[in-house]
């Protein structure tokens, strides 16, 4: 208790001993009111404590989130660097599997001669490669010349 409210509760009871009750209430009441202002003051500074805790513990949130903020921007920069990798990863996987598609395609084109089993993408109306063409043709030339001169020789 102060000093203003125990002269208050001296005064209080002072004046009752006196039979002037009217005067010890108002010493009384203005006791009540001290301790009712003390509380509310209580309560106040207890409120003020409170939302300066919550000021701090909000402004290491917003340190957090600072700091989150650059491990983002730096997870996203690593992350657009992979996708252009996977991309160029991409286009070479895509460039080799047209290269294999084509060969497949080029062998599934290819025929077989007949005659020496080489495959290749035409063969002449009897079957043969151009090279088996070729030799019949001078086959056939050197079979002309001879009976040509076997015919002469007669
Ligand atoms: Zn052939």
Known sequence: MSELQDMLCVQARLHRKQ???ALGDLFENALNEIELLK???NQLFDA???EREQLAKANERVKELESYNVKLANESHEYQQLCAELEKQRETD???WQSKYQALKDSLSLTTCYE???RVHELSPRSRCCMCEYGRAQFNEREN???RREQ???
């Open 145 to 147: 010349e001879q009976l």
């Open 39 to 41: 509380k509310t003051y």
């Open 94 to 96: 895509y460039e080799v």
């Open 19 to 21: 039979g002037a009750n």
């Open 48 to 50: 003020v404590q409170g």
């Open 152 to 154: 002469e020789g007669e």
């Open 116 to 118: 020496c089993g080489t």
